[in-house]
């Protein structure tokens, strides 16, 4: 792993400081009151937590992985939204290419107004307090921002399409139909979803009527880069699901050995793959879409790719 993709663990609300400064702005003006009640409940649905493969812990257990991962689809949200999608990246590319990637992507950040990726970290923040110290989120934003500066607009259009609708997947047949989910973090999702479905859209029509102006050599080096940014996006869910299991060992009501914190990982780096890559990787949308740009042999490397990180889901 490039461990320079991971920074030393530190607090999400430290990470990130512009917008957890907004939610405490809301905090302290009163809009968050009473949102503690809201998180009690399931926070993921189980198609997104793949709960069934934690059947080795108790149900309290269970219940506590569950808000560890709704915890971490939150800033694992945030963090994708702000660091590897075009909607965020896109008006700024001719400063990347003269090697201001964090600088311009943090005066981004720090510019938006209230967003749908606010309402993720709103979820953080309350979220945050009812649990116990000890999380970490990890990713090195800098470094995300510097390695996504270097890839095709092809690449940054293919990435972008399949959170999309993986997004619109997640609420679609997992969320919206889960009545045990919490409020605040369905709310969330609620708030995301139509701007998804639009974005989708228009990721689309960008990424089929770039990929038009394409040499064959050109798309050859897009698909390596969309390749690559698919591995620098695993590395980051491999890298949090260990700080995740390490999270919690330390909060286990009972001493958990080797084996069940290896499983415990293991059923972690699933889920995510599946919540960040999977979901959307082999919605039939992008699948129908993405068969018209790319050749069989880059089907195929995609394809190898996707079976790297997880054969069986």
């Known amino acids: 792993m490039d461990r320079s993709e991971i920074r030393e663990p530190i607090s999400p609300r430290t990470q990130y400081v512009p917008a957890s400064t907004r939610i ?11 949102k503690a009640a809201d998180v009690w409940g399931k926070i993921l649905p189980d198609g997104l937590s793949l709960i069934h493969h934690f059947d080795f812990l108790t149900d309290g257990e269970r219940r506590f992985v569950n808000r560890i991962q709704g915890r971490t689809y939150a800033n694992l949200f945030e963090f994708v939204s702000r660091y590897m999608k075009l909607d965020v990246l896109q008006e700024n590319r001719d400063q990347w290419r003269m090697g201001q990637a964090t600088h311009v992507l943090r005066q981004r950040f720090e510019a938006q107004e209230f967003s749908p990726e606010d309402s993720f970290s709103e979820i953080e923040y309350v979220v945050g307090r009812t649990m116990a110290s000890g999380y970490q989120f990890v990713p090195n934003a800098g470094r995300i ?42 709310d969330a999702f609620l708030s995301h979803r139509s701007r998804a479905s639009l974005n989708a859209v228009i990721s689309e029509l960008e990424w089929i009527l770039h990929d038009a102006k394409l040499m064959v050599q050109e798309r050859d080096k897009a698909v390596k880069d969309f390749v690559e940014l698919l591995e620098v996006l695993d590395r980051i869910l491999q890298a949090q699901a260990r700080a995740d299991m390490q999270y919690f060992a330390m909060n286990c009501d009972r001493p958990a050995g080797k084996g069940t914190l290896l499983a415990v990982e293991d059923g972690l780096l699933k889920a995510y793959r599946w919540q960040y890559i999977f979901s959307g990787m082999r919605n039939p949308r992008y699948t129908e879409v993405s068969s018209g740009l790319v050749s069989e042999a880059h089907t195929a490397m995609i394809q190898r790719t996707l079976a790297s990180f997880e054969p069986k889901i």
């Open 145 to 186: 921002a510097s390695v996504v500066s270097t890839k095709s607009l092809w690449a940054m259009l293919a990435l972008t399409l399949n959170f999309e609708l993986s997004t619109q997947q997640h609420f679609d047949e997992s969320i919206a139909g889960d009545e045990s989910i919490s409020p605040l973090f369905k």
């Open 24 to 34: 405490r702005e809301r905090a302290a003006g009163g809009e968050l009151v009473g």
